[in-house]
């Protein structure tokens, strides 16, 4: 065994045998407090965290919905102005064609 | 805590019997509060990590199918979570010739000049010492030098405790030891000059 193994070894037999001040009990209360934030956690839903789950679903589904329409509504209304000027080209083109007569 | 005991109380837990419920904690509360201060948290509170491990521990108390012990059962949930806590407190600090205190110098020049045990009235500033050295290692090489060496537990029984094989426990507690030393060698060639 090397000297700082040595060293190593004999300051932590000396510091196990100083003990901890761990507490053997609990504190004053901690297991009734315990035992009654168990029986009303998370693994049990009340009607109130439900009720907001369900909002929170129902809203996403309604905004992914209303933006499908809008980027649709979008697309339509880029289609009719394409399909504008289109006809606006085409009426000019007549007309210099007209007057080029 | 015997086996045929813990199980008949976790079956009473389970059942809504509170008194059963507040009687696990009791008896598993030294066993949890020594793994919580294996880990040395700087800010987190320990009664509040503590708390933290037994709601955990009363939320899968279901998925406990009594096929190991309670004990191993519940300080493998203790250990994962003290881990996952203890990212947060990643800064290690280097230990300092200044943090030390007057009696804690004196061990570190008692075990360079001498090769005989420790006195007994050394033992709580060996203690303050070691505290110190672990407070620069890893989460997990400090619980395992704390269950190997402060709590003298064998590799086998870590290996029940943690979940981590036993060539890994004997691993991290090489490489704890590795940098206690020459932490322990830094301060005292100080201590030297």
Redo the contacts between chains.
Sequence with gaps: MSD?????E?????????G?D??????FG??????A???S???KPNGMANLLRRVALLSAAVTLITAVAAFREVRQSREIGESFSNEFAIADSAIQSEFGR | MDDPDASALVKAALQHDDEAARELVRQLYPLVAKLVRAYRFRRTSEEDLTQMIFIKVFQKLSQFSGKVPLEHWVSRIAVNTCLNQIESEKVRPELRQADLSEEEQAVVENLAVSSEELAPDKRFASRQLVEHLLAALKPAERLVIDLLYLQGRSVAEIKKMTGWSEPLVKIRAFRARHKMKQQLAKISSKEQL
């Excluded at chain 1, 004999?10 to 100083?18: E, K, N």
């Design positions: 700082s193994d040595d060293k190593i004999r300051l932590l037999r000396s510091a196990a045998l100083a901890e761990i507490p053997a009990a609990p504190p901690f297991e009734t407090r315990l035992v934030l168990w029986r956690g998370p693994g």
